[in-house]
């Protein structure tokens, strides 16, 4: 119903945090590691484009209408509070699970950066 909600309000908020970084960002980064706004990129795209594929399907099952209420789940009490409760659920359980796949592939990237510094510093070297 409107579990799309809640992963487009966290790109939301993320896409504010990586602005807010990058220009914090500026000249301070080593030439061979990877920004982390770059990285909160890499979310902002996962949780966008997510998103908008959920808000697409939902769409398309006319869950959504273009004219007040837009959430056809809001047009009731009872099926405002089944919508609330998808939200809660499924909503926060796809925004938890997109943001740890997000977070393992930091985690590999960094272990990667890290190994191949050294090489890289001995090519210079030579």
Same mark, same amino acid.
């Given at each position: 119903m409107?579990?799309?909600?809640?992963?487009?309000?966290?790109?939301?908020v993320t896409?504010v945090a990586?602005?807010?970084?990058q220009?914090?960002?500026?000249?301070?980064t080593?030439?061979d590691?990877?920004?982390?706004?770059?990285?909160?990129?890499?979310?902002?795209?996962?949780l966008?484009?997510?998103?908008?594929?959920l808000?697409? =399907?939902?769409?398309?099952h006319g869950e959504?209408q273009?004219?007040?209420? +837009?959430?056809t789940?809001?047009?009731?009490?009872?099926?405002?509070?089944?919508?609330?409760?998808e939200?809660?659920?499924?909503?926060?359980?796809?925004a938890?699970?997109?943001t740890?796949?997000?977070?393992g592939?930091? +985690?590999l990237?960094?272990k990667?950066?890290?190994?191949?510094?050294?090489?890289?510093? =001995? =090519?210079?070297?030579l």
């Amino acid at each position: 119903m409107a579990c799309f909600i809640v992963p487009t309000t966290e790109a939301i908020v993320t896409t504010v945090a990586k602005k807010v970084v990058q220009t914090r960002e500026t000249g301070k980064t080593e030439a061979d590691l990877i920004p982390f706004s770059q990285k909160l990129g890499w979310l902002n795209k996962m949780l966008w484009g997510g998103s908008a594929l959920l808000a697409f =399907e939902h769409l398309w099952h006319g869950e959504i209408q273009p004219f007040y209420p +837009f959430l056809t789940a809001a047009s009731d009490p009872e099926s405002t509070a089944e919508m609330l409760h998808e939200m809660a659920t499924v909503g926060v359980g796809m925004a938890i699970l997109v943001t740890a796949v997000w977070a393992g592939m930091v +985690f590999l990237t960094g272990k990667i950066a890290k190994r191949r510094k050294p090489a890289v510093r =001995e =090519e210079n070297a030579l």
